[in-house]
């Protein structure tokens, strides 16, 4: 049996429809908006002759969004796994990072700082779901931004989002420069060390782990130098002297569920470990006990890792850890690095390409 299709179910052609353009332009330029509107709104546009809508310019700063007008917005966020783009997979984190705030902190002598923080906030997305809306991590962070920082507030605030976004993994990374007044060695004389410090709150299947992220910078003297300096001052008379360079440890370490781990006490187990931490304010007879005091403490990255490891593992507030340390030799054009973990959480058999580019100091 032979089927006719009826010819205006055919497609036109272009020649066709540039032939019907021309009409309506023409219809267009003579027609009141009413008729316009009449025959379709969507024509009305055509009264200039270049297909532009006719739109206001000016900021309507009287316009209140009403709680209906919002239902009509849309939202791409939540739409359909339809929109979804690339492979149908969850993902382990995705949301916002480095928005700042100040964030009041209580330091171990009962005082309080008002520091910069930048948060990050991640939650998971589970597979068939388009995306989560940013802002809310940021309006749940808001909404608990006013209280002195302590886990238990970070704890709320992500309980809030998750919430908000339906997410079954969740995280805050919050990151500072924390100042400590430290001594000088002989002249009595103190000045501001400032310590980058990062602290986490992670959920993963429903358990909560909290973390801290801090970098020490110290002083290290290789103890080969110096013993080959000594050689050469002992049997030739020559005077030579031992390198040392600027150097960079990264503790990570997972606070045990009701403790109590201040800043000020991690730093201080960094000190007892290595003691050579650089200086803030220096006179001559401080620069001479610097160099005493990194001839008494010399030592490889291999000694530093395991010397920041031994203070972490005696601590009874510390569960899992991690030490990477870096010397940013003066004698190599190279650094050495190593890396020391105990417990799984944060043992990884690869390693970030960048990892050790991280640790590099600027004073």
């Not at 009403?66 to 382990?92: F, H, K, V």
């Not at 890396?339 to 580019?357: I, K, M, Y």
Request: charged share 25%.
């Amino acid at each position: 049996m032979n089927v006719h299709t009826p010819e205006h179910d055919l497609k036109p052609s272009r020649e066709e429809a540039e032939a019907a353009l021309a009409v309506l332009r023409r219809y267009a330029d003579k027609a009141e908006d009413a008729e316009l509107a009449d025959l379709d709104p969507a024509l009305v546009p055509f009264r200039d002759g270049v297909g532009y809508p006719d739109l206001a310019r000016d900021y309507p700063e009287a316009f209140e969004a009403t709680e209906a007008y919002r239902a009509t917005l849309p939202d791409l966020q939540n739409g359909p796994s339809s929109l979804i783009r690339g492979e149908n997979r969850a993902i382990q984190h995705v949301g916002i990072s480095n928005f700042r705030l100040p964030i009041r902190y209580r330091t171990r002598d009962n005082g309080e700082l008002l520091l910069e923080t930048s948060v990050t906030g991640t939650v998971s997305l589970e597979a068939d779901k388009k995306g989560i809306n940013m802002s809310r991590i940021m309006r749940s962070f808001y909404a608990h931004s006013e209280k002195t920082f302590s886990f238990e507030v970070i704890e709320a605030a992500l309980d809030d989002y998750k919430a908000d976004l339906n997410s079954f993994d969740a995280r805050i990374m919050m990151r500072l420069s924390f100042p400590m007044k430290i001594g000088s060695l002989r002249s009595g004389l103190s000045g501001y060390q400032y310590y980058d410090i990062a602290l986490e709150l992670v959920e993963t299947d429903g358990v909560r782990r909290k973390i801290l992220h801090l970098d020490y910078v110290y002083s290290s003297t290789c103890p080969c130098s110096l013993e080959l300096s000594e050689h050469a001052r002992r049997t030739r008379g020559q005077l030579a002297t031992p390198h040392s360079q600027r150097s960079v440890a990264r503790l990570s370490l997972e606070m045990r569920q009701g403790s109590c781990l201040w800043f000020e006490d991690v730093i201080e187990l960094c000190r007892k470990a290595v003691p050579t931490e650089t200086q803030v304010m220096v006179k001559r007879e401080d620069e001479q006990a610097f160099a005493e005091l990194n001839a008494a403490n010399p030592i490889f990255v291999e000694d530093a890792a395991r010397l920041f490891a031994e203070q972490l593992q005696a601590d009874p507030r510390i569960g899992d850890y991690r030490v990477l340390a870096s010397h940013q030799e003066s004698l190599h054009s190279h650094d050495a690095v190593s890396v020391l973990t105990e417990g799984t959480t944060f043992a990884n058999d690869s390693l970030d390409p960048r990892l050790f580019q991280g640790l590099f100091h600027v004073g």
